[in-house]
């Protein structure tokens, strides 16, 4: 292609070639045992550890990769050209939190450990009956001491089955309306009293990743366990990190649009109908132009996003834009190519029809779509 990142420099371009190689030894071939058994196994972490894939851009001084953005955007296009997930997204996002508002001691207990796939992490934000409305969650985490007692129960949770430690949005002041009454404590769940997760849950897509309920029953945590150092941070600190992570969602789906055409283009080259090719039909060509188009203007943005964050310049309106455009047009994308795949691309054969399903809760998590819609009006 006549267009290249400007962020993809030699370093991050070779860091790519092993990243590909490492899925395709190590994720890939897993994805069906791993869908059968509703999560990853422990070690696809302690493996993508092992070679500095799982917080790219955190700090060496805490055990990351000591790279920049570039390196955990690389992470996430490759996952996604591959149609494989096993949760180093979140891994990443969670160490994020840490970095950005831990303690000292926080940041040495956790960080080295979440780098090298030894502690798993979630973060544990929506309830049965809070998710787009984060401030009406009933989770409370009560004072005692040296400790925070909490109680309540959280849902959706990505690596909520594997997490050896879940940031938890809970209510430490219910009395109070408002943003001041959330703060994030983080939960290490190792043979912890009263902490409980349910089965992965039966979604239709991303089988291989665990998605839970964590139940909360007079869970104990360590005072010192607490995000920030104060109470009722918490909601302005998700909302300074969520930039972070729907620009996440907006690179995998900006990759997955990508892969979509390349894949289609080689399919209608191939595939005859009528003894001509279906690439020889114009439907085909039109259909193809536009989404070549449409990513490639798709590609330009994210680019733009990726490079703002780089620079800490990446404001939540643009995040919520990327977010909610580059998922909207990732499904009409993959959408129209599993259209011209005709059955077979729905058929879990094809990464086609992975993509399909694997796609569709982009526009939902993260924050749904229209609520991405509606901060941007804000913004007008
Ligand atoms: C596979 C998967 C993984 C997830 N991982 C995590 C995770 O790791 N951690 C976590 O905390 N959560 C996670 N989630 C939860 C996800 O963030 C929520 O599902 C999402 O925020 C929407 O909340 P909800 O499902 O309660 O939908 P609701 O809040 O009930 O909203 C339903 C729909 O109503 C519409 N809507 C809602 N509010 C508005 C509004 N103000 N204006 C206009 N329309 C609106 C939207 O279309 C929305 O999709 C995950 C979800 C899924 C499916």
């Known amino acids: 292609m006549l267009y290249e990142s400007r962020w993809a420099t030699d370093d991050v371009r070779a860091f790519r070639g092993t990243v590909r190689e490492f899925i395709r030894a190590e994720i890939a071939p897993h994805q069906g045992r791993w869908s059968e058994q509703g999560h990853p196994d422990a070690e696809a972490f302690t493996k993508a550890g092992a070679l500095g894939l799982l917080l790219p851009d955190v700090g060496s001084e805490h055990g990351g990769g000591g790279g920049t953005?570039?390196?955990?955007?690389?992470?996430?296009?490759?996952?996604?050209?591959?149609?494989v997930h096993f949760g180093a997204s979140v891994q990443c996002i969670v160490a994020h939190y840490v970095v950005a508002y831990g303690t000292e001691d926080q940041k040495r207990r956790w960080l080295p450990r979440m780098a090298r796939g030894e502690l798993v992490g979630a973060i544990a934000m929506t309830e049965p009956g809070a998710g787009s409305d984060l401030q009406g969650i009933k989770t409370v985490a009560r004072r005692e001491g040296d400790h925070y007692v909490i109680d309540g129960s959280k849902t959706f949770i990505n690596n909520g089955l594997v997490a050896g430690i879940v940031c938890v949005a809970v209510k430490t002041d219910p009395k109070l309306a408002g943003p001041r009454a959330m703060s994030l404590i983080c939960v290490e769940t190792r043979d912890l009293p009263g902490y409980r997760v349910g089965r992965p849950l039966d979604k239709v897509g991303r089988q291989g990743q665990d998605t839970c309920e964590l139940f909360f029953d007079g869970v104990r945590a360590p005072a010192s366990?607490?995000?920030?150092?104060?109470?009722?941070?918490?909601?302005h600190q998700i909302m300074e990190q969520l930039p972070y992570e729907r620009l996440s969602v907006a690179i995998a789906a900006t990759a997955t649009a990508e892969e979509a055409v390349t894949l289609t283009t080689r399919y209608v080259k191939e595939r005859t109908v009528s003894g001509r090719p279906l690439m020889d039909l114009q439907n085909t060509?039109?259909?193809?132009?536009?989404?070549?188009?449409?990513?490639?203007?798709?590609?330009?943005?994210?680019?733009?996003?990726?490079e703002r964050l780089m620079r800490g310049e990446l404001d939540p309106v643009t995040a919520a834009m990327a977010k909610y455009w580059l998922t909207e047009r990732e499904c009409r994308i993959v959408d129209d190519c599993v259209q011209l795949h005709g059955g077979y691309g729905y058929t879990t054969e094809y990464p086609i029809a992975r993509m399909w399903v694997d796609s569709r809760v982009e526009r939902i998590y993260a924050g749904a779509n229209e609520l991405m819609k509606e901060m941007i009006a804000w913004s007008l």
Do not use: P
């Not at 953005?69 to 996604?80: C, P, S």
């Open 225 to 235: 366990n607490l995000l920030g150092g104060a109470e009722g941070r918490g909601f």
């Open 285 to 306: 060509r039109m259909v193809l132009a536009k989404c070549r188009t449409e990513a490639q203007i798709g590609r330009i943005f994210v680019d733009h996003c990726i």
């Open 69 to 83: 953005f570039a390196h955990e955007a690389v992470v996430l296009e490759e996952l996604a050209r591959a149609v």
